[in-house]
């Protein structure tokens, strides 16, 4: 099972960009999923994270209102749509997947098995 993470690059600041991660159709019907990101020197931080039939979504606050996720059952990949992106989102951005999603455990990146390599995001000011 892999995870493949794609659509970062350079942005200014208040643009958008999209990323996608590419799952097989084991792990979109049945892995809660979700983002995660890491600045240089930085600990890894959650980013948004939804459960393995979509319905429910959490978002970071520092990322709510400015960006969305979604799910496209045709290809099996899950995305986020960043937008007003600011110079605090330049990071690495990680997909990761877990067949154990919980609410309460969505935000750690402990609770994720799967993990997909990271794209670059950044965001010029």
């Known amino acids: 099972v892999q995870l493949q993470a794609s659509g970062g690059g350079l942005a200014q600041a208040g643009g958008s960009l999209r990323l996608s991660c590419e799952t097989s159709g084991r792990t979109f019907n049945n892995y809660g999923m979700a983002w995660f990101r890491q600045a240089p020197g930085k600990d890894r931080e959650f980013v948004v994270a939804h459960s393995s039939d979509g319905e429910n979504i959490y978002y970071a606050n520092s990322v709510k209102g400015r960006f969305t996720a979604s799910r496209d059952r045709v290809s099996w990949t899950i995305m986020l749509r960043m937008n007003r992106l600011e110079p605090e989102d330049t990071a690495v951005y990680f997909c990761?997947?877990?067949?154990?999603?919980?609410?309460?455990?969505?935000?750690?990146?402990?609770?994720?098995?799967?993990w997909g390599l990271g794209t670059q995001v950044t965001v010029s000011s």
């Open positions: 990761a997947g877990t067949q154990n999603w919980d609410y309460g455990d969505s935000r750690n990146p402990g609770s994720y098995a799967l």
